[in-house]
């Protein structure tokens, strides 16, 4: 658990940072600091390593206050995923990630084997390893960060913007990784970010923070979304919260799924015309896997083949979230959602109307403003 | 060019070529050593960077000659002692290599240094490990021009009668014959060519990890 007291930052040119900051991170979960640039997060973060000390208040890392340690000992205890990686540019990818356990008196030979396996755990490729820094693209940087901050096996993981560097898509894929991860490791990590939706999809809990350094409001993310405690934090999570709060709303059977006709490729175009419901006929697999949906009209003749294929929808996972069904429903050609499976094998299909009868069936929801 | 009169002098030459090497060289380590902690020093202190900078800077405008000749008063030393060559050299290296050890500290990422200091190197540490080994391209650039420095401020010791090179130069002069002439600046400019290259192995065998630039 790490445990903020009463925090206050003031920097020498009298800037407030962090203005009486009350917060607790608990153990084995991932805590969010999330604010507009210059609220305070970063040095909130470095804090806790006291790379910043505080002005005034008290930091407890389980219970014992830091401000009474010695600093290179308590920062060994802390993995720290530095902005923009901050790797060292004269050591290769798995002397970086060695860093911290031959610190803690490791041999060389143990650690390094121990950065290998850490450097494949975080999606890249042993092949790496002999590289340096400037051999790596931005992500790939980000990703031997989060690895060398991961090496020592710490209780504690501090993380400034760990995915900043890149794309969306790489962006999204290293924050499933991360996910996947910390389901794994469950460490007590707090996390620095200034995108909302990085946030709302990681953290177990969210500490909106506003300019001045104060904290606004801390609850988990689909608490931010259905009740923000002011307007701060309802302008702050953003115009479509009311969508984006689907986002945590499981299905589970709440929602009427409809049996769907379907053909096979090779199918005449007689055939698919006696299947499609509307305009449109789903077209699955040998194991009965959604391909996409065809129009019969336009099988001139002959047999239906791939080229025949709409692929714009997107199939939701019975399991998954109200705001996957409706994603699913209105991606969809013949506006019909197709509904998988865990084996990824059709059940059916929604329309975005029987979503919605669901969502306004939900007490929770109607709450939301 | 007299080549009888070369081999003849032959054993002379190599023993100035030996004392040039010498008298060049061991400045240079010197130097380095001293400048290192100076130079680490300025880096820390922005008060103490442009103190110590500045004062770097002065020693290095103060004639060499003036400086061979004042430095047995302060010393002690009697006048033809190579010690007083030494020194002269070593404080010229120190000049120079002050600032540059500070720059070259100044040239690691402040992201780099952070990250040491998050992972819980003591400052002594980061120091050794991490920011030194990131600044030596840029020291070692400093070393190569102290080192060329060096080699033809040693040969100004040829006045005050002290063996190396230079001492060619004054004998030629003093005959009015060439070939010792020609022969002493050609060693000279071998010789920091061949020390201007080792450093330029040395930097790059310390620096496996610096991008390659191709040679287009
Ligand atoms: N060394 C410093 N001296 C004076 N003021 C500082 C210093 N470091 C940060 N500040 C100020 O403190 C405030 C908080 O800075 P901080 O870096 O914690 O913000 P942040 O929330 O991390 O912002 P961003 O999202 O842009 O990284 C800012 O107003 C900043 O200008
Ligand atoms: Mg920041």
Redesign the pocket.
């Known amino acids: 658990m790490i445990k903020f007291e009463n925090v206050t930052k003031a ?1 020498p ?1 009298g ?1 407030v ?1 962090v203005d009486g900051l009350n917060l607790e991170a608990p153990t084995g979960k991932l805590t969010i600091l999330v ?1 507009p ?7 909130s973060l470095r804090m806790i390593n006291r790379l910043i000390e505080p002005t005034s208040g008290t930091i407890y890392l389980d219970d014992q206050p830091t401000s009474g340690m010695d600093a290179a000992l308590l920062r060994r205890r802390i993995g720290y995923v530095i902005q923009h990686a901050g790797l060292f540019p004269h050591r290769t990818i798995v002397d970086n990630v060695a860093t911290m356990p031959i610190l803690l008196g490791e041999s060389r030979q143990k650690a390094r084997t121990k950065a290998l396996e850490l450097i494949e755990r975080v999606g890249l490729p042993a092949s790496f390893a002999k590289r340096y820094p400037w051999q790596l693209s931005g992500g790939q940087q980000q990703r031997v960060g989060v690895a060398r901050a991961l090496a020592s096996d710490p209780a504690f993981m501090l993380m400034d913007e760990p995915f900043s560097a890149v794309d969306p898509v790489v962006r999204g894929q290293l924050q499933d990784e991360f996910l996947r991860l910390q389901s794994e490791i469950g460490k007590t990590i707090i996390m ?1 970010t ?1 995108d909302i939706d990085e946030a709302l999809k990681l953290g177990d809990q969210v500490a909106v923070m506003r300019v001045g ?1 104060k904290l606004a409001q801390m609850a988990s993310p689909s608490e931010l979304l259905t009740s923000p405690a002011d307007e701060f934090v309802a302008d702050f999570v953003g115009r479509d919260r009311g969508y984006r709060s689907l986002g945590f709303t499981k299905t589970a059977g709440a929602v009427a799924i409809g049996e769907e006709a379907v053909v096979q490729l090779g199918a005449s175009a007689e055939e698919a015309r006696a299947k499609a419901t509307g305009a449109w006929v789903l077209v699955v697999d040998g194991s009965r896997k959604p391909l996409g949906w065809a129009q019969p009209e336009q099988i001139a003749g002959g047999e239906l083949k791939r080229e025949h294929l709409n692929l714009s929808g997107i199939a939701a996972a019975a399991s998954g979230t109200m705001r996957q069904l409706l994603d699913a429903a209105l991606s969809s050609p013949s506006r019909r959602g197709v509904v998988v499976n865990e084996h990824g094998e059709l059940i059916g299909t929604v329309t975005a109307t029987d979503v919605v009868k669901a969502i306004e069936a939900e007490p929770h929801l109607e709450t939301a403003r | 060019m007299n080549i009888e009169w070369l081999g003849r002098q032959f054993d002379t030459i190599v023993f100035l070529l030996g004392w040039h090497v010498l008298l060049t060289v061991i400045p240079l380590i010197l130097g380095l050593l001293i400048a290192l902690p100076l130079g680490w020093w300025a880096h820390r202190s922005r008060r103490i960077y442009p103190l110590l900078v500045g004062v770097a800077g002065l020693l290095y405008t103060v004639p060499s000659l003036a400086l061979f000749v004042l430095l047995p008063l302060v010393l002690g030393t009697k006048i033809l002692d190579p010690l007083n060559i030494v020194a002269a050299l070593t404080i010229y290296t120190v000049a120079l290599l002050v600032r540059v050890v500070a720059d070259a500290l100044e040239s690691v990422p402040e992201d780099t240094v952070q990250a040491a200091k998050a992972m819980g190197y003591r400052s002594w540490q980061s120091l050794l490990k991490v920011e030194l080994p990131v600044g030596v391209p840029v020291i070692s650039a400093g070393l190569r021009v102290a080192a060329v420095s060096n080699v033809s401020l040693v040969s100004v010791a040829a006045l005050l009668g002290i063996p190396q090179l230079g001492s060619l130069f004054t004998q030629g002069f003093q005959l009015r014959f060439f070939t010792p002439i020609i022969a002493g600046i050609l060693l000279c400019v071998i010789l920091a060519m061949i020390l201007d290259g080792l450093i330029i192995l040395l930097n790059r065998w310390l620096t496996p990890w610096t991008p390659k630039v191709v040679a287009s």
């Open positions: 920097y040119d800037t940072a604010g640039s210059g609220c305070g997060k970063t040095t620095v200034h350094g």
